[in-house]
C-alpha cells in the first residue's frame, strides 16, 4: 500500500523543497512565524528526537549523542545482539525494552538523567541526551553512563568507544524495517561500506542550537563546517577495524568516503557561499534543498511501517521529476524520511548535527562534546577558530588520514584548543570539565598526537582482542 496524501502535502516543484526545507535552517522565532504549519525535513525546529536543541531563545544548549559499541567481556570476539543487551538495560529504565521489529530501534523508557537508549543495526547502544546548557548536558550523561555501565557488567558486557570496531566483522542483528531496507540499497547500490557504517561504526554526535537571529544562523553553520577538518583530526580514534591496521587516524571517515558521496558530502562544499551574512539564510535554504534534491534515494516509505528498497540508482529529484521508485508524486513526509537517510558532516535540523567526531576510547567524550561547543557558542572563541580554520577549510580527508602530523592541521588545532580552555575558564561551570579539556590538550593536541595514535600503540602491544576488552572492562581517565 502507497502512502496517501492530501494535495498540500504533494512536493510539485524544487521551490516547494526550499520552502520545506527552510524549517530546518530558519530555526528563530521569526522564522517560525514565516514558515507556520510546514514540517521540515527533520521534524521542524524545536527539541527533538536525539537530542536536538530547541528554539535558541535562551541560554546556548546542546543534545550529546553518544554510541558505544557493546562487548562481551570474557568472548569479545562475538557480536553482542542488541536483544541481549536490552534485557540487561530493562530494569534501568523502569519499563520493558524492544529492539525495533518496526520502524526504529529504541527501548520504551529513559535513563535519569534523560536520555533515550537506542541501537544502531549492529547493536551500538545509542545514548541521547536532552538538550541542556553544556555542563549540565554534560553532568547528565556522565551519570546516565555510568548506570549504563554499571548494569551491563552484571551481565558480563561493557561499552567502548571507538569510530570502528576494532576486532569484529560488520553484521545487522536489527530487523526493523528501515534497516533491512537500508542494508538492500546498500548492497545493490553501495557496496561493502554501507554495511560496514551501519554495523561497525560509532560517534560522538554533537547538537548544538542553529542559531539566535538570520546573521547567528549562517555565521554558526559556516563555523561548523570550517570546524570540521580540525576536529576529525583533533579527535581521530579509529585506526583499526575488523583486525587490520586501516592506515587512517580516523578509519570511520574512510568507512564514510566509500559510501555515495550525494549522501555524505558537505552540504556547503564551499564556504564563500555564505561570505554575506546577511543574505545567508535564504542561501542556506536553498543549498540544503539542493542537497535533499541531488541525493540518492535510500528508501520509500508506507503508511503500514513498511520501506521498500531502492534498489537503482535514482534521486530525490528525479522522482519529484515523475522518474520515480513509485507512480505516486512525494510528499513533505517522503522528503522528512529522505532527509534521515543522509549523513552530511553538518546537518541542518532546527539545530545543527555535528556528525563527523569518532566515538571516543578511555572517557574522553566530554572533551569532544566541549571543544566544538564553546568554540561556536563563545563569541572570542568563534572569531578566532573561524580565522584558524580558514586555511585548512575542506581538508577532510587529509585530516582523517594523517591527523595532526599534517603541520597546517597542527596549527589550527592548537590554536582552537587553546581557544576552547580560555572560553571554558571565562565561562566558569564544570572544573572538572575545563581540567579535562586541558589535560586532553596537554597529552594529545599540543603533541601532535589524537586517540588514536594510543590506540594504535595498544594495538600494536596487545592485539584487536586486547584493545576491544580492556576497553570494554574499564574507562581509563585521562593522566
Same mark, same amino acid.
Given at each position: 500500500?502507497?502512502?496517501?496524501?492530501?494535495?498540500?502535502?504533494?512536493?510539485?516543484?524544487?521551490?516547494?523543497?526550499?520552502?520545506?526545507?527552510?524549517?530546518?535552517?530558519?530555526?528563530?522565532?521569526?522564522?517560525?512565524?514565516?514558515?507556520?504549519?510546514?514540517?521540515?525535513?527533520?521534524?521542524?525546529?524545536?527539541?527533538?528526537?536525539?537530542?536536538?536543541?530547541?528554539?535558541?531563545?535562551?541560554?546556548?544548549?546542546?543534545?550529546?549523542?553518544?554510541?558505544?559499541?557493546?562487548?562481551?567481556?570474557?568472548?569479545?570476539?562475538?557480536?553482542?545482539?542488541?536483544?541481549?543487551?536490552?534485557?540487561?538495560?530493562?530494569?534501568?529504565?523502569?519499563?520493558?525494552?524492544?529492539?525495533?521489529?518496526?520502524?526504529?530501534?529504541?527501548?520504551?523508557?529513559?535513563?535519569?538523567?534523560?536520555?533515550?537508549?537506542?541501537?544502531?543495526?549492529?547493536?551500538?547502544?545509542?545514548?541521547?541526551?536532552? +538538550?541542556?546548557?553544556?555542563?549540565?548536558?554534560?553532568?547528565?550523561?556522565?551519570?546516565?553512563?555510568?548506570?549504563?555501565?554499571?548494569?551491563?557488567?552484571?551481565?558480563?558486557?561493557?561499552?567502548?568507544?571507538?569510530?570502528? @570496531?576494532?576486532?569484529?566483522?560488520?553484521?545487522?542483528?536489527?530487523?526493523?524495517?528501515? *534497516?533491512?531496507?537500508?542494508?538492500? #540499497?546498500?548492497?545493490?547500490?553501495?557496496?561493502?561500506?554501507?554495511?560496514?557504517?551501519?554495523?561497525?561504526?560509532?560517534?560522538?554526535?554533537?547538537?548544538?542550537?542553529?542559531?539566535?537571529?538570520?546573521? @547567528?544562523?549562517?555565521?554558526?553553520?559556516?563555523?561548523? #563546517?570550517?570546524?570540521?577538518?580540525?576536529?576529525?583530526?583533533?579527535?581521530?580514534?579509529?585506526?583499526?577495524?575488523?583486525?587490520?591496521?586501516?592506515?587512517?587516524?580516523?578509519?570511520?571517515?574512510?568507512?564514510?568516503?566509500?559510501?555515495?558521496?550525494?549522501?555524505?558530502?558537505?552540504?556547503?562544499? @564551499?564556504? %564563500?557561499?555564505?561570505?554575506?551574512?546577511?543574505?545567508?539564510?535564504?542561501?542556506?535554504?536553498?543549498?540544503? %534543498?539542493? *542537497?535533499?534534491?541531488?541525493?540518492?534515494?535510500?528508501?520509500?516509505?508506507?503508511?503500514?511501517?513498511? *520501506?521498500?528498497?531502492?534498489?537503482?540508482?535514482?534521486?530525490?529529484?528525479?522522482?519529484?521529476?515523475?522518474?520515480?521508485?513509485?507512480?505516486?508524486?512525494?510528499?513533505?513526509?517522503?522528503?522528512?524520511?529522505?532527509?534521515?537517510?543522509?549523513?552530511?558532516?553538518?546537518? +541542518?535540523?532546527?539545530?545543527?548535527?555535528?556528525? *563527523?567526531?569518532?566515538?571516543?576510547?578511555?572517557?574522553?567524550?566530554?572533551? &569532544?562534546?566541549?571543544?566544538?561547543?564553546?568554540?561556536?557558542?563563545?563569541?572570542?572563541?568563534?572569531?578566532?577558530?573561524?580565522? %584558524?580554520?580558514?586555511?585548512?577549510?575542506?581538508?577532510?580527508?587529509?585530516?582523517?588520514?594523517?591527523?595532526?602530523?599534517?603541520?597546517?592541521?597542527?596549527?589550527? &588545532?592548537?590554536?582552537?584548543?587553546?581557544?576552547?580552555?580560555?572560553?571554558?575558564?571565562? %565561562?566558569?561551570?564544570?572544573?572538572?570539565?575545563?581540567?579535562?579539556?586541558?589535560?586532553?590538550?596537554?597529552?594529545?593536541?599540543?603533541?601532535?598526537?589524537?586517540?588514536?595514535?594510543?590506540?594504535?600503540?595498544?594495538?600494536?602491544?596487545?592485539?584487536?582482542?586486547?584493545?576491544?576488552?580492556?576497553?570494554?572492562?574499564?574507562?581509563? +581517565?585521562?593522566?
Amino acid at each position: 500500500m502507497e502512502t496517501t496524501s492530501a494535495p498540500a502535502d504533494v512536493l510539485r516543484s524544487f521551490e516547494d523543497i526550499v520552502r520545506v526545507a527552510g524549517r530546518d535552517v530558519l530555526a528563530h522565532p521569526h522564522a517560525e512565524r514565516q514558515a507556520a504549519g510546514a514540517a521540515g525535513p527533520g521534524g521542524g525546529p524545536g527539541g527533538g528526537p536525539g537530542g536536538g536543541p530547541a528554539d535558541a531563545g535562551g541560554a546556548r544548549r546542546v543534545g550529546i549523542e553518544i554510541e558505544s559499541f557493546v562487548v562481551d567481556v570474557t568472548r569479545p570476539q562475538r557480536s553482542v545482539p542488541p536483544e541481549e543487551t536490552a534485557a540487561a538495560l530493562a530494569a534501568t529504565t523502569g519499563t520493558g525494552t524492544t529492539t525495533g521489529t518496526g520502524t526504529g530501534s529504541e527501548t520504551e523508557g529513559r535513563l535519569p538523567g534523560g536520555s533515550r537508549l537506542t541501537f544502531e543495526p549492529g547493536g551500538q547502544l545509542e545514548l541521547s541526551g536532552p +538538550p541542556l546548557p553544556m555542563t549540565e548536558a554534560v553532568a547528565a550523561m556522565r551519570g546516565d553512563l555510568q548506570i549504563v555501565r554499571e548494569e551491563l557488567a552484571r551481565a558480563g558486557l561493557g561499552v567502548a568507544g571507538f569510530g570502528v @570496531d576494532p576486532l569484529r566483522p560488520p553484521r545487522r542483528h536489527s530487523t526493523a524495517a528501515r *534497516y533491512v531496507a537500508m542494508e538492500r #540499497h546498500f548492497r545493490t547500490c553501495g557496496g561493502e561500506a554501507g554495511l560496514t557504517m551501519m554495523c561497525s561504526t560509532a560517534s560522538v554526535q554533537v547538537n548544538l542550537d542553529g542559531g539566535s537571529d538570520d546573521e @547567528d544562523i549562517v555565521a554558526r553553520f559556516r563555523l561548523a #563546517h570550517a570546524l570540521e577538518p580540525v576536529l576529525i583530526a583533533m579527535f581521530a580514534a579509529s585506526p583499526v577495524g575488523a583486525g587490520q591496521r586501516l592506515g587512517w587516524q580516523s578509519g570511520r571517515q574512510a568507512v564514510w568516503a566509500g559510501i555515495d558521496a550525494s549522501r555524505t558530502g558537505p552540504v556547503l562544499p @564551499d564556504l %564563500a557561499d555564505l561570505t554575506d551574512l546577511a543574505d545567508g539564510p535564504e542561501r542556506l535554504a536553498v543549498l540544503w %534543498a539542493r *542537497y535533499l534534491h541531488d541525493a540518492t534515494l535510500m528508501m520509500v516509505g508506507h503508511d503500514d511501517g513498511r *520501506y521498500q528498497a531502492v534498489e537503482r540508482p535514482t534521486t530525490f529529484g528525479a522522482w519529484l521529476a515523475g522518474a520515480g521508485p513509485v507512480r505516486r508524486p512525494p510528499t513533505v513526509q517522503d522528503l522528512g524520511w529522505h532527509a534521515t537517510t543522509l549523513f552530511p558532516p553538518v546537518r +541542518p535540523r532546527g539545530w545543527l548535527e555535528l556528525r *563527523y567526531l569518532d566515538a571516543q576510547p578511555s572517557g574522553l567524550w566530554p572533551v &569532544a562534546v566541549a571543544v566544538p561547543t564553546v568554540l561556536l557558542d563563545d563569541p572570542d572563541a568563534a572569531r578566532g577558530a573561524l580565522a %584558524a580554520c580558514l586555511p585548512v577549510a575542506g581538508r577532510g580527508e587529509a585530516a582523517a588520514r594523517r591527523g595532526l602530523r599534517d603541520p597546517e592541521l597542527f596549527r589550527a &588545532a592548537s590554536r582552537c584548543i587553546d581557544l576552547a580552555v580560555a572560553a571554558l575558564g571565562r %565561562a566558569g561551570g564544570d572544573p572538572e570539565l575545563r581540567a579535562a579539556v586541558e589535560a586532553f590538550a596537554d597529552r594529545y593536541t599540543r603533541r601532535r598526537r589524537s586517540p588514536a595514535d594510543d590506540l594504535s600503540a595498544r594495538f600494536a602491544a596487545r592485539g584487536p582482542t586486547e584493545l576491544l576488552r580492556e576497553e570494554a572492562a574499564r574507562c581509563v +581517565p585521562v593522566p
